[in-house]
Structures are given as C-alpha cells and as structure tokens.
C-alpha cells in the first residue's frame, strides 16, 4: 500500500508539472516564457528549454537579446547531444553577434561540437578536420584565453586521428595488394604528415610497394618503375638505416639492382 501511495504521489507531480508546461507552451507572455525557459535549463530540462527557445529565436532574432537566445538554445542542444544543431547556433551566435559576451565561448564550441561528432578514424574525417579549423580559429582569436590549453590539446588529438586515418589508408591498398593505388596513397600520407610515427612504417610499405610494382610491370614499364624503386631503397635506408625491415629492403635492392644491371657497390 506504501508502494501504490508513492506511485500515486509520482503520477500526481508528473501530471501538474505536464499541465504547468503547457501552460508556459501555450502563453503568449514571450517574457515569460523566456524566463521558464532559462529555469528549465537550469533545472537540466534540456527538451523542454529548447522547445521553448525555439519559438523564442524567431520572436527575438534582430534584437539586442538575440544572441542570449542563441547561446541558451545552442547550449540544450549540446546538453542533448545533438551536436549538429548546437554548432549551428553557435556560429549563428558568432556570425551575428561577433562582439557578444558570449561569441569567445561560442567560437569555442563550435570546434567543440565538431569533435564530439567526429568519428572513429577508419571513416571519413572532413569533420574532424572541420573541428581543427574552428579549433585553430578559436587559438588565433583569443590567445590569452583560459581554454587555450584545451583547444591545443583537443587539435592535437584530431590531427592524430587524421594521421592514423591516412596511414590507414594506404595500408589498405597495399593489404590489397593494389600496389599502384598504394604508392598514391602512401606517397601523399608521408606528403600530408611527415612528422608521423608511422613514418619508417610506411616508407617501407612504399618501398615494398614500388618493388612489387616494378617487378610485375609491363616490360615498357619496368625499367622506368625499378629505378624508382630503387631510389626509394636509398631514400629508406638513408633516414632508417638501423631499419628492423633493413635485410628485406636489401633483399629488395639486390634484386632490383640486378634487373637494372647496377653494378655501383651497395655497402651492404
């Protein structure tokens, strides 16, 4: 009987708070709701602070509390986890309002919302690399902020993630045994990223690549491919020579040296 009283008193309270909402809803005091809609926000009634501020954009847009609007509206979409509409009215908020008290925030936020959409690194990453453009904005704007430590640490993780997806890339391609469309793709990740931890990993896909490339090669295309391949062997062992790939790279050399009849001592 306890147990039915307290559900009883539970459906109660969940009924008059419904009924007092629809109330604020169907009002026409804008004041009024406006004020409702920063208590439910701040009660953490994220759904319904947006649902109200969402009619209240529209009535207060052009005003000189407009980018109040914004800003609470972006924030319940961001406590939400919509992501996508929070940044949206963040840079609305920035783009009409760039001397608001909240546009620092607001910039902020932006690349913030770009990260939390960002996705695992084996998928596309233009929003992640969307996040370290607004990211860097927010550094080259206000360099004096609190939150500079953050931003650099947050660009520092995206970049990672875009290095990891590029190495992925061309990793893929040679998994694949494409060994044309693996020296692309490994070419323009050490392009894009030469300063990668990846980087003595990849010049010997790309070695290994260009080598089995070349061998297989049309013979109009072979001794124009060996030769690049054989640059690339010097490239490798020039920067790794300590390489733990450094007897197949030799392996490599030694074959390609005798396709090409090159007689020049290898120091092996």
């Known amino acids: 009987m306890k147990n039915f009283s307290l559900f009883a008193l539970f459906v109660i309270l ?4 419904c009924s007092d909402y629809n109330k604020v809803l169907k009002s026409t005091d804008y004041e009024f ?3 409702k809609a920063l208590e439910y926000y701040e009660d953490e009634e994220f759904v319904r602070a947006s649902q109200l501020l969402n009619e209240l954009v529209n009535i207060y847009r052009g005003t000189s509390r407009a980018d109040e609007m ?3 509206y972006a924030k319940s979409h961001f406590e939400m986890r919509d992501y996508l509409m929070a940044g949206h009215w963040f840079r609305t908020l920035v783009k009409d309002f760039p001397r608001s008290k909240y546009a620092e925030e607001a910039q902020f936020m932006i ?3 770009f990260y939390m959409d960002s996705p695992k ?3 596309d990453q233009q929003v992640s690399q969307k996040a370290i453009d607004a990211l860097q904005l927010y550094v080259n704007l206000y360099p004096n902020s609190d939150r500079i430590e953050e931003a650099n640490r947050l660009i520092i993780e995206l970049r990672d993630k875009l290095v990891y997806k590029s190495f992925l890339s061309g990793k893929l391609y040679y998994d694949l045994e494409n060994y ?3 020296v692309v793709a490994l070419t323009n990740s050490l392009k894009d990223f030469p300063d990668t931890k990846y980087r003595e990993e990849l010049m010997f896909m790309l070695l290994r690549a260009k080598y089995l490339l070349a061998v297989n090669s049309i013979e109009e295309k ?3 491919r060996l030769s690049e391949a054989l640059d690339e062997y010097f490239t490798f062992v020039d920067e790794f020579p300590e ?4 007897k197949d790279a030799d392996k490599f050399y030694k074959e390609v040296a005798k396709l090409l009849n090159y007689n020049e001592e290898a120091n092996l």
């Open 14 to 17: 969940i009924a008059t708070s």
């Open 33 to 35: 709701k406006y004020k």
């Open 70 to 72: 914004y800003y609470y």
């Open 111 to 113: 690349g913030y919302c």
């Open 121 to 123: 690194p084996r998928l």
């Open 180 to 182: 044309k469309a693996a």
């Open 222 to 224: 072979k001794e124009q």
């Open 243 to 246: 390489s733990k790939d450094r």
